[in-house]
């Protein structure tokens, strides 16, 4: 992969590093769990939802087995959410498959305080008890908040705090890439892409 230096900050995938990185984690997914019948993927809002559906491409493509997914908005759940979002703007939860007894894959792209990863864990018991909720990311950005840890991880990368870890994918933004960027110019810049604050 190269490795170059952009107006947005470093580069740290590039589409087909992402998907490799997706690729992998399908494969591991498929490993770890025997019966993928029993498995469902829940993307977490926003870019968890199309990286969920992507691990369910592949796992259909190597498995022939397609594995259904949902997506979740945590916005009300977060423990910030009256001091960051006095006005959330939510987006829709749709999980159109029992949750209960099931394997549940949380999937997002960025694993950072893990706050966001501990939202979805609340939401997603309000559907039901899962046998096991498990969790895969794209980038793990480390200096963990919470005693969390992915089970799945397509990229594991040193980052401070002054530091971001912007997504962009296809689906939303239309390209494929991660770059690392520091955190005043990309606030002063307004670019779009996941954050990387979760």
């Known amino acids: 992969m190269d490795r170059m230096s952009h107006p947005e900050g470093k580069l740290i995938m590039n589409a087909s590093a992402i998907r490799r990185a997706l690729k992998k984690i399908s494969s591991e997914i498929a490993l770890r769990n025997e019966d993928l019948g029993a498995v469902g993927l829940v993307g977490i809002r926003n870019r968890g939802e199309p990286l969920a559906g992507r691990i369910s491409d592949f796992i ?77 990311v794209l980038v793990d950005r480390g200096l963990r908040e919470l005693p969390i840890v992915a089970d799945y991880v397509g990229r594991a990368i040193e980052t401070d705090r002054g530091q971001l870890v912007q997504v962009f994918l296809e689906e939303s933004d239309g390209k494929d890439c991660v770059y690392l960027v520091d955190k005043a110019s990309q606030e002063a810049a307004g670019e779009k892409g996941g954050r990387g604050n979760g």
């Open 60 to 136: 259909e493509k190597a498995e022939g087995v397609r594995v259904p997914v949902g997506v979740l908005d945590i916005t009300l759940y977060r423990d910030d959410v009256a001091l960051s979002y006095p006005q959330p703007v939510m987006g829709p939860t749709k999980i159109d498959f029992p949750v209960t007894d099931r394997v549940i894959v949380l999937v997002d792209d960025v694993l950072f305080t893990g706050r966001t990863t501990r939202a979805a864990l609340d939401e997603i018991m309000d559907f039901g008890r899962p046998a096991a909720i498990q969790l895969a």
